[in-house]
């Protein structure tokens, strides 16, 4: 589901969608073989950003020897990660309604979501220049969170699902369509 390369390895993340709905983690180092790091993980793994690893119900950071787990509240279902550093990290997720997650460098803190702003799962984050955070999610949302209070249009900026959120020249760009439905026959 996610690749992420860190100069010296590609990592992705992944699992069994067809039965066991367990992850893994692979990397593969400058050179050599793809080489399984972390296997049977108790959930599906969704994404991986500068030596953090998210997942269903799961979080993981490689210290560069081992992965260190660092849980979500309640269990909650992680989809991306993006931060300004490998201690201050945000991760947003959800099943039916939209979760944000701030790991502080000891703890994930909750940061509740306007639902002027989301009112279904996010799929993407962005940690911009100023420090701003920008998410993206389904039936068009898109939003800021400032550290203190959300942004959103009044009305979804589009009809379909967004699944990621960059930051170029100033602004913000959503990125995505309707690729969580089920293909019509």
């Known amino acids: 589901f996610g690749v992420y390369d860190d100069g010296t390895a590609v990592w992705v993340v992944g699992g069994d969608v ?34 953090w690893f998210v997942g269903h119900g799961q979080a993981y950071f490689w210290d560069g020897t081992t992965f260190l787990e660092h849980p979500p509240p309640n269990g909650a279902r992680l989809v991306t990660a993006r931060g300004s550093s490998r201690d201050d990290v945000w991760a947003v997720g959800g099943l039916a309604n939209p979760e944000v997650y701030h790991w502080t460098g000891a703890e994930w803190e909750t940061v509740v979501v306007d639902l002027a702003c989301a009112t279904d799962s996010l799929n993407g984050v962005f940690v911009d220049p100023t420090g701003d955070i920008w998410v993206a999610g389904h039936a068009g949302s898109a939003a800021k969170w400032d550290g203190t209070s959300w942004e959103c249009a009044a009305t979804p900026i589009a009809s379909e699902d967004f699944h ?21 026959e």
Do not use: C, H, Y
């Not at 990621?164 to 019509?184: F, H, K, Y």
């Open 164 to 184: 990621a959120v960059w930051w170029t020249d100033g602004e913000p760009i959503w990125l995505g369509g309707n690729l969580l439905a089920a293909a019509e």
């Open 18 to 51: 067809g039965s066991t709905l367990q992850g893994s983690i692979w990397r593969k180092v400058d050179g050599g073989d793809w080489e399984v790091m972390a296997s049977e993980l108790p959930g599906l793994m969704f994404k991986a950003w500068n030596g």
